[in-house]
């Protein structure tokens, strides 16, 4: 296991294009990051550069606090996982997964392959299959025997690029279980290259996002949905993504769309002399008024809008709310929609309402929206000027205490298994 430092890193093509762009990451001991951003972003690039499949054009690459820039893929020592597998179709599963340790020629006795193969197979449930040929596995198996020849290894870190993308949903959401748990238990660094953010979310420990070829932040799911750094990781992170409309300021007063609101001092100085901001409310910030208790209605603010199209989903209500674009930050905001492969729906708002609401299509609603969330964003640069430094410390410090505890009962488990088994790898049958 080792720690992954990325420093300055640039990468230049061939025909001059710039895919990465001064990158400055460190990845600790066993975390599992994750490299996130749309389709162009430079994820690939960069998991690739990390590997070693790909020259890195400026700044330094330490593994271990060691630079291994010139290092070929192999001295490096980590195991990757592709998309499409790449698995030997002429052989069973148990040699495909012992194919890295046969590679290594004369380094693992027979014995030992056995052994080896045979814990991976445990771990990832697959020694029904072991004499099978890849051809007669489903894709969730394939997918397995693939994560099983990167384990069998005793490799440093363990690199993922969209290894669930040719799965369907339900699959998806396995493998992406099996995954965690399986990074838990072996406690080895982890990097993953994903553009589902759904995957983002719950799989890292910090998540970095990446906008064509530029880090934009590092920092835990919880810090990036709560406390995003600017207009692109706001409306990347979250689904049904972020609402974002104009706001006009007049003093200490917001003109939204919808309603005027009454900023707090301490936000109105932020805005600074901004006479007009772009406001941004999560979809789960708005309630039906008429389902709210009071003490939450008084900390809010009650709207009226007209109702478009309602989508009902049992335990939540989806309203869209159109309303009429402000074409100072229209052009700004259809910008980052077609960055984000979005939909287009910049000129309504999508609110999630409780599943007892009974706002209908067509209506006029009675509607509320918790002000204290809303995040305001400088419309020439995206800055967030909402941004509470001092919570996302917090955040911060709480995640990294949950993973290192996580981390460690993990490790404490795996002694533990392996105490049971004879203190040593187990034999195999
Ligand atoms: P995707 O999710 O679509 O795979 P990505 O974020 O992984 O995207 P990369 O594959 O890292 O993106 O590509 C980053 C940028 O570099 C893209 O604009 C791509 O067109 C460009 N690029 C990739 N490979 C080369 C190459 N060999 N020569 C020139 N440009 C390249």
Redesign the pocket.
């Given at each position: 296991m080792a720690a992954i430092e990325l420093k300055h890193i640039e990468k230049v093509?061939?025909?001059g294009?710039k895919?990465?762009k001064d990158v400055n990451l460190d990845i600790a001991d066993g975390e599992f990051m994750i490299l996130v951003?749309?389709?162009?972003?430079?994820?690939?690039?960069?998991l690739?550069m990390i590997v070693g499949l790909e020259d890195i054009s400026d700044g330094e690459l330490l593994i271990d606090g060691k630079r291994v820039n010139e290092k070929a893929p192999r001295e490096r020592n980590l195991s990757m996982v592709f998309q499409n597998y790449a698995l030997y179709p002429h052989l069973t599963v148990f040699e495909n997964i012992a194919f890295p340790l046969r590679l290594a020629r004369g380094k693992h006795s027979e014995e030992e392959i056995r052994a080896k193969v045979q814990r991976a197979a445990d771990l990832l449930e697959l020694n029904e299959h072991l004499d099978r040929k890849p051809a007669n596995l489903s894709g969730g198996q394939r997918q397995r025997v693939a994560m099983g020849r990167a384990i069998v290894r005793d490799a440093d870190a363990f690199l993922f690029d969209?290894p669930l993308s040719n799965l369907d949903a339900k699959l998806r959401g396995q493998m992406r279980t099996e995954i965690a748990r399986m990074q838990r238990r072996l406690g080895t660094t982890t990097v993953y290259?994903t553009?589902d953010q759904t995957e983002a979310m719950t799989l890292g420990d910090r998540v970095a996002v990446?906008r064509a070829?530029v880090l934009q932040q590092v920092a835990s799911p919880r810090e990036l949905y709560e406390q995003p750094v600017n207009l692109f990781v706001a409306g990347f992170i979250g689904s049904p993504p972020m609402n974002f409309m104009p706001g006009r300021v007049e003093g200490r007063t917001l003109h939204l769309p919808f309603v005027d609101v009454e900023l707090a001092p301490d936000v109105a100085e932020r805005v600074g002399g901004r006479d007009l901001v772009i406001v941004g409310v999560r979809p789960e910030h708005f309630e039906d008024a008429s389902v709210l208790d009071e003490n939450k209605q008084s900390r809010g603010v009650v709207f009226e809008a007209d109702v478009d199209v309602t989508e009902w989903l049992g335990d939540s209500l989806y309203a869209y709310l159109p309303f009429e674009p402000d074409p100072q930050v229209q052009d700004k905001l259809e910008e980052l929609d077609r960055e984000l492969d979005g939909e287009g729906m910049r000129t309504q708002l999508v609110v999630s309402l409780d599943g007892m609401s009974r706002v209908r299509e067509g209506e006029r609603a009675r509607l509320w929206f918790d002000a204290r969330r809303m995040h305001l964003f400088d419309p020439e640069t995206g800055e967030n000027l909402t941004r509470d430094e001092q919570e996302a410390a917090r955040i911060n410090e709480e995640n990294e205490r949950a993973r290192t505890e996580a981390l460690e009962r993990a490790r404490e488990a795996e002694r533990r298994a392996e105490e049971k088994n004879g203190g040593g790898e187990r034999q195999s049958a």
């Open positions: 093509y061939g025909d294009f895919a990465v951003g749309p389709s162009g972003c430079g994820k690939s690039t960069l690739r969209e290259v553009h990446l070829g």
